[in-house]
């Protein structure tokens, strides 16, 4: 089964970051690190790095931002900030980033689903050492808000067809019985 998707990239620009009513919360990361941000920005505006986004909800039920995270904290600058900055700072950043992320997948016909997936394990707190993970995906990020497509999701998760298979057990025609 192919997954046609033609959906053009969406750009995000710093403007339309503060006009969102979740991204104007964010205004003082936008802020204090605008070249930082605007390259976050640029990041994400790609549309290769989109369709990974939504990839990763469809073929690999993972949240979106498990497609690209890998490469987004291989960017010197977003490794340098996280590295360099106290944890409780780089944070902030950490958010927005879960920000952009909504305004992108909510623009392509996405919509948050109220659940977080698993990005990365977090190692035992330090005061030397930043809090990073220790495994997973990610070395910064710990989870990810998952979303799901608002034309609905073209397969069906584990944990539904698990379900759905329960619910036809228990309901078990005579016939279907002397086949099994």
């Known amino acids: 089964m192919s997954v046609a998707r033609k959906v053009r990239s969406i750009t995000l620009t710093r403007e339309q970051f503060l006009e969102h009513h979740v991204g104007r919360t964010f205004a003082d990361v936008v802020h204090a690190a605008p070249l930082l941000f605007d390259e976050v920005l640029a990041f994400f505006s790609d549309a290769e790095r989109q369709r990974r ?13 498990a497609g690209v995270v890998r490469e987004l904290e291989a960017l010197p600058s977003v490794d340098r900030f996280l590295t360099a900055v106290h944890p409780r700072r780089s944070q902030r950043l950490r ?3 879960g920000v952009i992320v909504r305004i992108i997948m909510e623009a392509r016909g996405w919509q948050k689903t109220g659940r977080k997936g698993s990005l990365g394990v977090r190692a035992q707190a330090s005061p030397q050492q930043p809090g990073h993970n220790v495994g997973g995906l990610a070395f910064w990020f710990i989870r990810g808000e998952r979303y799901e497509r608002l034309a609905g999701m ?17 309901v078990r025609s005579p016939r279907r019985e002397k086949l099994e």
Request: cysteine-free.
């Open 53 to 65: 986004m939504e990839d990763a909800e469809i073929h690999h039920d993972r949240p979106p931002l």
């Open 95 to 97: 958010q927005a980033i």
């Open 154 to 170: 073209p397969f069906q998760l584990v944990r539904d067809r698990r379900r759905h298979l329960e619910s036809k057990k228990s």
